[in-house]
């Protein structure tokens, strides 16, 4: 357990000391949250729906982008192997980096929670803890999807790939961009098959409708089987070692 | 007594058999060496007996263990450097050495650590601003970080500069000191031959010499080679009246010869050089080495 903290710790560090990630995990949002509130943060809600976009939109870009390319590239250039050396199993190190990146992505939609209660006014109408257990399984379902990339790619450039032919589809079918009624019927169809979608789309509902999580068992069911399908299908394929 | 021992060890990778069935003991406190050319079969060999590859036939122990187990009280009493380490490039040198430190049980001080390997100055140094020989270090450094009782280094000297590499070897030779046993794989037959008490010549997947490199070179029974330079030129034909000379060569008032044995042949060119009142210039006599038994066993060059 305390090597696995020190991994989460090493892990957060190297996530911090990478200009990119943290522009797009961290600042990143916290303009498009300044923008769009300065543009509409005086409609009632608006931030109720702005939060849950802005968050699992961190949320999956950081699954694919700093999970599954950065396992891909540690499984490539030979860390996984030089870790397989030590008595620290290879796997508690990839699970500290999970938990790392997980930690992260939550302080990041806390974050933009308290900046948003701070300069708009931020509704909750229902329970704030199905809010917070909603989140959490949430961000667990997208890590799950980085978990399928970093198992499908052999290599790094195509763990980049992948994570670009999933990231735009599945992030226009979110409703984050676009509202999904504008589609047409075909592309919603898909959309309704998208744990990303039904991800926001619980979190707004429990933000501005006041719904509970029994009414949600629809969308929750489509995030929880998607955590457990990505969960049980990159343990079998993720392989230690590269070719 | 042994403290490694392979027995008959084959892996093949696909159509290629990489190794054909190997055997050898590492004794207990020894610097073993495997050396052979790329693609000999060394990499392979020595990454079986750290646990990391999975062998196809064969019995290998090191210690109490089968490194194949992977089991924790083996990694903890082993140090390895790969040939090709990838460190986190974002962390700073001294975060490497103290991350790795921190996953194991026993530890060495970290300060000294980077004493020894040379890397204070560098301590604070991003791992991606090092150059090649400075990574290469920190990769052996990483291998001493658990003061382990058996070392694995494969090609640890590769991409440094020679003062480099002979720092390394002061360092390898220290820690046999210390008692530890040492397994290197090297594709330089002179860091064989300086640093290894015993070596296996590997060649396609197979032993094809083991012992010391003295004897090594003693069984070849290779001619040896004399050199020397003299301002006058003189007819080489006064030096081949000792019997022992195998072939002379002159060129430009350097003078090479091949002989078995060289002390008559010395004695010979000290006494013309004295009657004729020439100054001997350059004098060496050079011994075969472990490339010659090389070149001796298989026919060609090693690459």
């Given at each position: ?243 | 007594?042994?403290i ?24 207990d406190g ?32 090191v210690g ?10 083996f990694?903890e009493i082993m140090g ?26 026993k ?39 658990n003061d382990p009782k058996i070392l ?23 820690s046999?000191?210390k008692g530890k046993t ?122």
């Open positions: 357990m305390k090597k696995f903290a020190k991994v989460a710790l090493i892990e957060t560090k190297l996530f911090f000391r990478q200009k990119i990630a943290v522009f797009f995990t961290l600042l990143f949002p916290l303009f498009l949250l300044f923008l769009f509130g300065s543009i509409w943060g005086k409609e009632p809600n608006y931030f109720s729906y702005l939060l849950p976009m802005l968050v699992s939109i961190v949320a999956f870009s950081n699954a694919l982008y700093g999970v599954g390319a950065v396992l891909s590239f540690y499984r490539e250039s030979g860390i996984l192997k030089r870790i397989g050396i030590t008595p620290l199993p290879a796997r508690t190190y990839i699970y500290g980096l999970l938990a790392s990146r997980f930690l992260i992505v939550i302080f990041q939609a806390v974050f933009l929670f308290i900046v948003a209660l701070i300069f708009y006014t931020v509704k909750v109408k229902g329970s704030f803890a199905a809010l917070v257990i909603v989140l959490v399984i949430g961000v667990l379902s997208m890590i799950s999807i980085g978990g399928i990339v970093a198992g499908f790619s052999k290599t790094y450039e195509a763990s980049i790939a992948i994570s670009n032919v999933l990231f735009t589809p599945l992030s226009f079918l979110s409703g984050a961009f676009i509202p999904i009624f504008i589609l047409p019927k075909f592309l919603q169809t898909l959309a309704n098959g998208s744990p990303l979608y039904h991800f926001i789309k619980v979190m707004q509902e429990i933000m501005v409708q006041g719904k509970g999580l029994r009414e949600e068992l629809v969308s929750l069911s489509v995030v929880v089987g998607c955590l457990l399908v990505c969960a049980l299908i990159s343990a079998k394929t993720f392989k230690l070692k590269g070719e | 007594m042994a490694i021992t392979v027995e008959n060890l084959k892996k093949r990778y696909g159509e290629v058999e990489a190794v054909k069935g190997i055997s050898f003991g590492i004794e020894e610097i073993f060496g495997i050396v052979g050319p790329n693609g000999a079969g060394k990499t392979t060999t020595i990454e079986v007996m750290e646990g990391f590859r999975k062998k196809d036939e064969g019995y290998v122990r109490e263990f089968d490194p194949e187990e992977g089991k924790k009280e990694k390895v450097q790969l040939q090709k380490t990838a460190i986190f490039h974002a962390l700073k040198v001294e975060e490497a050495i103290n991350f790795f430190s921190s996953l194991y049980k530890t060495t001080n970290p300060e000294k650590l980077l004493e020894i390997f040379s890397l204070t100055e560098k301590k604070k140094q991003y791992v991606k601003s090092l150059s090649g020989g400075e990574h290469q270090r920190l990769s052996v450094a990483l291998a001493f970080v694995f280094l494969d090609e640890p000297t590769t991409g440094m500069d020679p003062n480099a590499r002979r720092d390394m070897w002061a360092v390898i030779e220290d046999q000191k040492v397994v290197l794989t090297t594709h330089y037959m002179e860091e064989a031959e300086v640093l290894c008490d015993r070596v296996a010549i590997i060649d396609k997947g197979e032993i094809i010499a083991l012992d010391k490199p003295r004897e090594l070179i003693r069984k070849l029974d290779a001619d040896r080679k004399i050199e020397f330079k003299l301002e006058e030129r003189i007819d080489p034909e006064l030096f081949l009246k000792s019997e022992k000379v195998e072939k002379i060569e002159e060129r430009n008032g350097e003078y090479i010869i091949l002989t078995k044995n060289p002390q008559p042949v010395l004695s010979r060119i000290l006494a013309v050089c004295s009657k004729k009142s020439l100054e001997l210039k350059g004098l060496r006599v050079i011994d075969a080495t472990l490339d010659d038994v090389f070149v001796h066993l298989t026919g060609r060059k090693m690459e």
